[in-house]
């Protein structure tokens, strides 16, 4: 559930420099001011039965550069998170996420150093540079545990309420991305309200400037949300749905009109759980690829559809997705994962290709010590209607990938 602090938990963490900070010199004022300092860089690598262009990997997701090494992310956090165990005074937090690697593409948002992606077309038929930076989080939380049982005020950027997936590396149980998580909603900047009304119930309502667009950002659209989620069995079972982007859902940049479901499910007291998530998302008013006469009304980095009709102007752009996650864990430093999906592009407008696809992949996730974590995974993508992968030459993709983590 993003968005939110977890109402009702301890928010500390256990990385190297937060606690060689609190048990050094002045680790007195560190635990007492309760701000951590942290981080982490990812390192990916693949190799794929892609080789045309630069990305061609993509639509597939943080690994679109075929056969390489990527320096995918290196962060560096600066949080305090407020105390929202007691419930007898207000707390506050706050965070500041800094990324940078090959990743900020997937990330940025227009309004925040989104010049290095957008609008920067490079010479060699990429868009912008390879690596770059963007603050993915930086926003202030106010609790306040006289609402209900706990309400937190988020004010700032976030990520995007719903999804299984984060854009970090830690936050998702494989180093690759599904493509029902690369072509939603990543960042919103606003204020979002998350109030537990009891142990099973949690609403969220918020606005913001709609899906990665910064309130000042040319293509802005005042935007609200509102979720709720019902947690049961102890916990073993949650059902989120979200309406996540509530606008006219007008063309525009990246201007989605978004609702999803998540289930959540634990199986007994056995160590197998699975996470399921479905959306669906539209675009109105979308200017057709295939008539000319609409090409000047296309905005830079927001692609048209492929309507039904070469006449049409314009036309709705719908898309739905579903993906399945089924993991195992083996002991307390290994787990396996696997991922099932099915995303259809109905017009073309999110991958730039009409086509529905299919996504499985396995993973394994072993961690080194408490400090290094190894994610190596296969993974199987089809397109069933248009050759997407290989930069639209095949419809099928098999490859082998893996990521370190190395956290401090």
Request: with cysteine.
């Amino acid at each position: 559930m993003g968005g939110t602090v977890a109402i009702g938990y301890p928010g500390a963490t256990q990385y190297p420099l937060t606690t060689a900070l609190q048990t050094g010199p002045h680790g007195d004022w560190w635990k007492k001011a309760n701000i951590q300092i942290y981080g982490w860089v990812d390192l990916g690598m693949n190799v794929s039965t892609s080789h045309n262009g630069p990305y061609a990997n993509a639509p597939a997701a943080y690994t679109a550069v075929a056969d390489s090494f990527t320096m995918n992310q290196a962060t560096l956090y600066i949080e305090r998170v407020p105390d929202t165990v007691q419930t007898d005074h207000f707390d506050w937090g706050f965070r500041l996420t800094n990324l940078y690697g090959f990743d900020y593409r997937y990330t940025t948002a227009e309004g925040y150093f989104s010049q290095q992606l957008l609008n920067n077309p490079k010479e060699n038929g990429t868009i912008g540079n390879k690596y770059g930076y963007d603050p993915v989080m930086a926003y202030v939380d106010l609790y306040v545990p006289q609402v209900a049982q706990g309400m937190d005020i988020r004010i700032g950027r976030y990520i995007s309420l719903p999804d299984i997936e984060a854009q970090l590396a830690p936050n998702n149980y494989t180093y690759s991305h599904s493509l029902t998580y690369t072509y939603d909603c990543y960042t919103q900047t606003g204020i979002n309200a998350t109030i537990k009304l009891s142990n099973h119930w949690t609403a969220q309502l918020g606005l913001s400037g709609g899906c990665e667009a910064a309130p000042w950002a040319p293509d802005a659209k005042l935007t609200g949300n509102a979720c709720m989620a019902y947690a049961w069995a102890n916990g073993g079972d949650d059902i989120y749905v979200c309406a996540n982007s509530l606008n006219d859902g007008k063309y525009n940049y990246n201007n989605l009109a978004a609702y999803y479901a998540t289930w959540y499910h634990k199986f007994g007291k056995s160590q197998w759980h699975m996470d399921w998530e479905t959306w669906y998302q539209y675009m109105k008013d979308t200017p057709n690829v295939t008539n000319p006469a609409a090409s000047s009304l296309l905005l830079t980095n927001s692609n048209g559809a492929i309507c039904k009709s070469t006449t049409e102007l314009t036309c709705f752009a719908p898309d739905y997705a579903s993906v399945v996650y089924v993991a195992r864990q083996l002991s307390k430093k290994d787990f396996l994962v696997f991922r099932t999906e099915y995303f259809d592009d109905l017009k073309g407008q999110r991958t730039g290709f009409k086509t529905s696809y299919n996504e499985d992949l396995i993973g394994w996730n072993h961690w080194i010590g408490s400090t290094v974590v190894f994610r190596p995974e296969l993974r199987y993508d089809h397109a069933y209607d248009a050759p997407a992968y290989d930069s639209g030459t095949k419809k099928t993709q098999l490859m082998f990938a893996a990521d370190v983590i190395f956290f401090y």
